[in-house]
């Protein structure tokens, strides 16, 4: 495994979380601040804007049950709630009262319910405000890529199967297409995304991660409720060549976002 994966895991420890042991990184001072990443890898997505943050902040993040160096059990059915319960373990397992939160990608689904658990006093801490990057909050107008497609919306045996057969050159175009022509991904950080994918056999189990994409359908009149009727300052910092949720999105919602 790529040398700097190695040292950002051995940045973080592990705790138990119903019967699953759940990757974590807690690091800097000054306001708190709850980092979500998203969809496939980890935590290490936020690297090269790490040293920044612990500067002003005490960042808090940790890998999605099933991703990255948390545990990847098989027979399991990943959901949003879950998601949402670990969060809410982990800010007590922290001991902090409130936090800002700073969300990607699959975080931003989960931020989502985490507002619509606010207006219904179902968190156990205080939101103080939320950053959205590009991530599929209007599912009206989020394009997902054809692999997301097909691992999400396929029977179980052939997501499992599809899954099996991602290979590496695959990955790379996936991730080439997300990014702008100017902010290529090198090749480095391609084999690290593919060491993260693969650790613990992650890989075979991506297919039920991906389901959860189209599982935004269920509760879009209420995330979208929760984003109109909080009063948790909200932020919108938008890729705009991202063809998932780029400047498209922006547009036909009506975001005043950064770009």
Same mark, same amino acid.
């Given at each position: ?99 800002? +939160? =700073?969300?990607?990608?699959? %975080?931003? !689904? $989960? ?11 179902? /968190? ?71 060491? +993260? =994918?693969?650790?613990?056999? %992650?890989? !075979? $189990? ?11 359908? /269920? ?41």
């Amino acid at each position: 495994m790529d040398k700097e994966v190695v040292a950002w895991k051995n940045k973080g420890r592990t705790v138990e979380v119903n019967g699953h042991q759940v990757f974590y990184i807690k690091e800097g001072s000054g306001p708190n601040l709850l980092i979500l990443h998203g969809y496939p890898f980890n935590t290490f997505e936020w690297k090269s804007v790490w040293k920044n943050l612990v500067k002003d902040y005490t960042v808090f993040t940790f890998d999605y049950l099933g991703m990255g160096f948390s545990d990847k059990p098989k027979e399991h059915e990943y959901s949003f709630h879950e998601h949402c319960e670990i969060v809410n373990f982990l800010i007590e397992f922290w001991g902090i009262k409130q936090t800002h +939160i =700073l969300s990607h990608d699959l %975080g931003v !689904s $989960i931020v989502q319910e985490l507002l619509a658990r606010d207006l219904a006093s179902q /968190n156990c801490f205080k939101i103080q405000s939320v950053v959205f990057m590009n991530g599929g909050l209007f599912m009206d107008s989020y394009k997902p890529r054809m692999i997301q497609r097909l691992l999400s919306q396929s029977p179980k045996p052939i997501g499992r199967l599809l899954s099996k057969l991602l290979t590496k050159k695959k990955l790379e175009k996936s991730i080439q297409s997300v990014f702008a022509a100017y902010t290529q991904p090198t090749d480095k950080l391609i084999n690290q995304f593919w060491d +993260i =994918l693969n650790y613990n056999d %992650g890989k !075979s $189990i991506a297919y039920l991660i991906g389901r959860l994409v189209f599982d935004k359908l /269920n509760h879009q009149e209420r995330w979208i409720s929760a984003m109109q009727n909080t009063k948790i300052p909200m932020c919108f910092i938008n890729g705009p060549f991202d063809p998932n949720s780029g400047i498209h999105m922006a547009k036909k919602n009506n975001l005043n976002g950064i770009n």
